[in-house]
């Protein structure tokens, strides 16, 4: 191997070397989960928001730019468990012997659960990508939006406004998901600070003020993720038909109140 | 003070070992750890039995030889001090006391509460020095070092090397003493020829020994007796990291 790819390696298979890969992958997926926050929280906006948001990530860059998030996304998640996982191993290798009583003296419970918590999260992701994405549930595939398809003859283009409440209307749904978003954000408090010790931007001036953006982070994607969920189930947000639905007149929904004008 | 301690006794290195319990009697509150611990063993060998076997020094809390997990805490929950500063006052009549050696792979069990942790010296060996000689002490001033910098290495220079950071980190990791070694010399004119060289090396040398890593946790930083900041593991990340990127590049 020449010598470039011989120090690459070198400084991937060292602890501190996996860990920035950790940190830097970690730096992506707070990102991506920011902006991903952001464009649920459309869903308030109402059906043509939402639907409108869904259908330019889908089609922006020729319909390239989501594939090339999602394989961007799939590469920073590989290495982030890669990473971690290997950590793991060699850390729990590094005791054989256990303390009889052990004992902790300010490491947080977050910090303690971290592999757990990634795991569930983990979990939680294939789910979520089936049962939104993918589609395996047929109530929530096949789910047109009648109100473009009225307005734009010959398109059509899928009701996510709709796929989320009804998604979301199912209590073991919204259940895995309440405990998913309330581990990631436990993971992030950590992770989020942690991330500048390992790049080396932490300092006793510092460290408070790391914490606490990390503990920010955490807390705001926790209420906006789970903001939805939540009026879903206590009834603030329901499959109704917006304004321009109001023309298609969807026959599926006869119970649903007359929308609101502006 | 009537006391109960459990202590971890283990014949030698291939031994199992197990937690063994014995009855402390009208030990001395103004006793220091180390001495209750002298008086359970004189009481063991007159009765016949083998001492408790425990790593000691200097007794003045900067040679760095003891080494004990009190209650499951290196050097005990008491704050800044080493296991030979703590005194039997800081305990109450009738407690039980968990008396466990450092656990770590890298710091193999020699016999009871002793660990060999010559892994440390060979972290040392692999960059932890300056391999020019640097003269005698300078005339104030004659080599300008900020005040920052020298109060930085200094507190660095502070670690004894006892392990209490590798036995309190839950993966046993060694980056608190490897990144105070590391950061008192390149903190310094006479050690910042050597730090790229210094910091691949003795990284590379920790990971060998079976340290595990940081996790962050800062459990190290917490039972340092020397109160060794954390500071020093984010720089050695940097320098490790830079040092890393400069090999694989120039």
């Known amino acids: 191997m020449n010598p470039l790819g011989k120090a690459i390696l070198q400084f991937c298979r060292s602890t501190i070397g996996r860990k920035l890969i950790v940190a830097l992958t970690g730096v992506l997926l707070v990102l991506f989960l920011l902006g991903h926050v952001a464009g649920n929280l459309l869903v308030f906006q109402g059906r043509e928001a939402m639907n409108d948001y869904a259908q330019f990530l889908h089609t922006m860059l020729h319909g390239q730019g989501v594939w090339i998030a999602r394989i961007g996304l799939l590469i920073a998640v590989g290495l982030h468990i890669w990473a971690t996982v290997s950590l793991v191993k060699d850390n729990r290798a590094a ?157 599926s929904d006869p119970a649903a109140p007359a929308p609101r004008q502006g | 003070m009537n006391l109960t301690l459990k202590v971890w006794r283990q014949k030698n290195a291939t031994d199992h070992g197990r937690i063994e319990t014995y009855e402390a009697r009208s030990i001395p509150a103004e006793a220091s750890f180390l001495e209750m611990l002298d008086i359970v063993n004189e009481r063991l060998i007159e009765g016949g039995g083998e001492p408790i076997h425990f790593d000691h020094d200097c007794r003045e809390g900067i040679c760095g030889m003891c080494s004990l997990t009190i209650n499951g805490v290196p050097h005990s929950k008491e704050r800044g001090i080493t296991t030979c500063q703590v005194h039997m006052r800081k305990f109450r009549d009738g407690d039980t006391i968990w008396i466990e050696p450092f656990r770590a792979r890298a710091f193999p069990v020699v016999r009871d509460l002793v660990v060999d942790r010559t892994a440390f010296d060979r972290i040392v060996a692999a960059g932890g020095f300056i391999s020019v000689r640097t003269g005698s002490a300078q005339d104030a001033n004659a080599l300008p070092v900020p005040k920052d910098d020298a109060d930085a290495s200094f507190a660095a220079a502070a670690c004894i090397g006892c392990g209490a950071c590798v036995a309190a980190c839950k993966n046993a990791s060694a980056m608190l003493f490897v990144g105070a070694k590391a950061a008192h010399l390149n903190l310094l004119p006479q050690g910042k020829p050597e730090q790229d060289k210094r910091v691949l090396a003795m990284v590379r040398q920790m990971d060998a020994e079976g340290f595990g890593g940081c996790t962050n946790q800062y459990e190290c930083e917490a039972v340092c007796p020397k109160e060794i900041s954390a500071d020093v593991i984010a720089k050695l990340n940097r320098d490790y990291t830079a040092a890393a990127v400069k090999e694989a590049v120039c």
């Open chain 1, 95 to 251: 005791r054989t012997e256990r303390y009889a009583l052990p004992a902790t003296v300010q490491a947080s419970k977050s910090s303690r659960i971290m592999i757990w918590s990634g795991l569930t999260i983990l979990a939680f992701v294939v789910f979520h990508i089936l049962h939104f994405t993918v589609r395996i549930d047929p109530a929530l595939a096949n789910l047109p939006d009648a109100a473009y398809a009225a307005a734009h003859p010959g398109e059509s283009r899928h009701d996510v406004y709709a796929m989320v409440i009804k998604g979301f209307q199912n209590p073991l749904v919204s259940l895995f998901y309440i405990v998913a978003i309330t581990l990631l954000c436990s993971h992030l408090s950590h992770g989020i600070a942690s991330l500048f010790q390992t790049l080396g931007w932490r300092s006793r001036k510092s460290a408070a003020l790391e914490k606490q953006l990390g503990w920010a982070i955490a807390i705001a994607l926790w209420i906006g993720f789970l903001s939805i969920p939540a009026a879903v189930l206590t009834g603030a947000l329901k499959d109704k038909p917006s304004v321009s639905g109001q023309k298609a007149a969807i026959p």
